[in-house]
């Protein structure tokens, strides 16, 4: 039996109050934590545009020749943050549980207009939602607009089922339609992945199509219009979306560590299955595997899943089996995240976001045939699936711990990436402005010992003994980085500030041709 064969299970909406309770319940530790400076800052809490009181916000966050980001709808809840509580971290968090909770309401409306309901709906609902994927996310006050876009994309996708089996006038027809084409603009303006949407709402289409017990009350004709008119819009739209995403800096192209490889790109699938099934990798910040065997054989293996993939969705649809059409929605969903344009993040738990419900529903969906075919007794498939719920959300609770403040934030970096300078530059800028000056020195020369190129790891390792009144450990720094870069200013005038004269800075090359103007 499947899961669309639970038929014999109260209806999903009867387990929505549950369902939503333990979600919010294993989330609920987030209230206690603050900001922190993975792009907290730079997004809303240093952004002028957002800290204005005048509504004259509106009009500038909609502004399509912005430089930045084109993500209106999170900017316009930043900016509310802001004019309710001045951006107080507690009403912050309080704000991205109640998006939760509205989120996993509809999702569990979606799974129940798409005949997945009962008792082991609402597992896979907790499931999507209880993940340790999902904890940068809700935890993470930046990650609002996947939040905001999650609520737009499920509303557009119930919007949607509604347009094709609405046995109504047709002006309501023509509502659940402009419904639809809103919750998708809505969700772009969000973030702007959601412009995958025309072909989720095609499988959409496919799935309920390929159920027979679910009529279709709308002609071929009227859904292609819908759909094309979506996808028109999201057309328009793709060449402003694209300019504003950030790209990888040259400078990393020649390094290995940094540059993305077509291997790196082919590994993507593997890595991200391996993360739902041992999710301990907190925010992959652009780090990719070295070149070496294991780098290959991850490679392969990653080939050979999706070779493995296309082969059961090529019997899925010889058979004309709905979770097709499940499975290239959770393909299309991430599709926009292997990086066919590279990024500065190789990948991130926030990229599996939206796919998370469909992806629970699959495995769910499989889990309880594989449970029929071996002869399970339903008592213990239900204590199995209980337990196993119960795991993740432990687990859940123990990842939120790393999001508390920038300190624990990029203390997890660097246990997942030690390899990483990056990670323990950002760790001693946290501890400097927490005041810990001995543990940010510490933090830098770590930095420093991954890249003994950079002369920047150096000197903020001097300004930090500097700050606990090490001088003579500071100069010491200051001569290593001058050492390493002659011109280098930092070094030079903190020399000054400890009243040393730094040598001579070499004279620099005569330019051929002026230098650009700055912006």
């Known amino acids: 039996m499947s899961l669309c064969g639970m038929a014999s299970s109260p209806p999903l909406r009867r387990w929505l109050p549950l369902a939503v309770g333990l979600v919010l319940l294993t989330h609920a530790t987030s209230l206690g934590h603050g900001f922190v400076d993975f792009d907290d800052p730079a997004i809303f809490l240093d952004k002028p545009l957002l800290n204005r009181a005048d509504w004259g916000v509106i009009p500038a966050v909609f502004d399509l020749d912005r430089p930045d980001d084109w993500r209106p709808l999170r900017d316009l809840s930043h900016w509310v943050d802001f004019r309710l509580h001045r951006h107080d971290p507690l009403y912050s968090h309080v704000h991205h549980l109640a998006l939760l909770g509205g989120l996993v309401a509809l999702v569990g409306l979606l799974f129940q207009r798409l005949g997945y309901g009962g008792w082991l709906g609402c597992a896979a609902l907790i499931l999507a939602f209880v993940h340790p994927v999902q904890v940068e996310v809700i935890a993470w006050i930046s990650g609002r607009k996947d939040l905001l876009a999650g609520l737009a994309f499920f509303g557009a996708l119930l919007a949607f089922l509604r347009f094709l089996r609405a046995?109504?006038?047709?002006?309501?027809?023509?509502?659940?339609?402009?419904?639809?084409?809103?919750?998708?603009?809505?969700?772009?303006?969000?973030?702007?992945?959601?412009?995958?949407?025309?072909?989720?709402?095609?499988?959409?289409?496919?799935?309920?199509?390929?159920?027979?017990?679910?009529?279709?009350?709308?002609?071929?004709?009227?859904?292609?219009?819908?759909?094309?008119?979506?996808?028109?819009?999201?057309?328009?739209?793709?060449?402003?979306?694209?300019?504003?995403?950030?790209?990888?800096?040259?400078?990393?192209?020649?390094?290995?560590?940094?540059?993305?490889?077509?291997?790196?790109?082919?590994?993507?699938?593997?890595?991200?299955?391996?993360?739902?099934?041992?999710?301990?990798?907190?925010?992959?910040?652009?780090?990719?595997?070295?070149?070496?065997?294991?780098?290959?054989?991850?490679?392969?293996?990653?080939?050979?899943?999706?070779?493995?993939?296309?082969?059961?969705?090529?019997?899925?649809?010889?058979?004309?089996?709905?979770?097709?059409?499940?499975?290239?929605?959770?393909?299309?969903?991430?599709?926009?995240?292997?990086?066919?344009?590279?990024?500065v993040v190789y990948m991130a738990d926030r990229y599996l976001f939206l796919g998370m419900p469909f992806i629970a529903l699959l495995t769910l969906d499989g889990a309880r045939r594989l449970a029929d075919r071996l002869d399970l007794a339903p008592r213990l498939w239900a204590t199995a699936l209980g337990l196993g719920l119960a795991v993740l959300a432990v687990a859940a609770v123990g990842e939120h711990a790393a999001w508390r403040d920038s300190t624990s934030l990029w203390t997890r970096m660097t246990a997942v990436y030690p390899q990483s300078d990056w990670g323990f530059d950002r760790l001693g800028q946290a501890y400097y402005r927490a005041g810990r000056y001995a543990e940010a020195g510490g933090a830098f020369l770590e930095a420093a010992a991954r890249d003994p190129r950079d002369a920047k790891h150096l000197n903020n390792a001097a300004v930090a003994a500097m700050a606990l009144g090490r001088n003579d450990a500071a100069a010491g720094l200051l001569k290593r980085a001058l050492a390493l870069d002659p011109r280098d200013r930092r070094a030079r005038g903190n020399l000054r500030r400890l009243g040393i004269e730094a040598p001579p800075a070499p004279a620099e090359r005569p330019r051929s041709h002026p230098p650009p103007s700055q912006p």
């Open 167 to 343: 046995d109504r006038p047709p002006r309501i027809v023509l509502g659940w339609g402009l419904l639809t084409a809103l919750g998708v603009a809505l969700g772009i303006m969000a973030k702007g992945h959601v412009i995958v949407a025309p072909g989720v709402l095609a499988m959409l289409w496919l799935h309920t199509r390929w159920r027979p017990e679910v009529p279709i009350r709308r002609r071929p004709l009227a859904i292609a219009g819908l759909v094309g008119a979506v996808l028109i819009g999201c057309l328009a739209i793709m060449p402003r979306i694209a300019a504003g995403n950030v790209v990888l800096p040259d400078s990393y192209a020649g390094d290995l560590r940094l540059s993305l490889t077509l291997g790196d790109r082919i590994q993507l699938p593997l890595r991200y299955v391996i993360n739902l099934v041992r999710p301990t990798e907190l925010n992959h910040i652009y780090l990719t595997a070295p070149l070496d065997g294991t780098h290959t054989a991850m490679t392969l293996a990653s080939a050979g899943l999706v070779l493995a993939l296309l082969a059961l969705a090529g019997l899925w649809l010889r058979r004309r089996d709905p979770r097709l059409a499940l499975l290239a929605i959770i393909g299309g969903l991430m599709l926009p995240y292997l990086h066919f344009r590279a990024g």
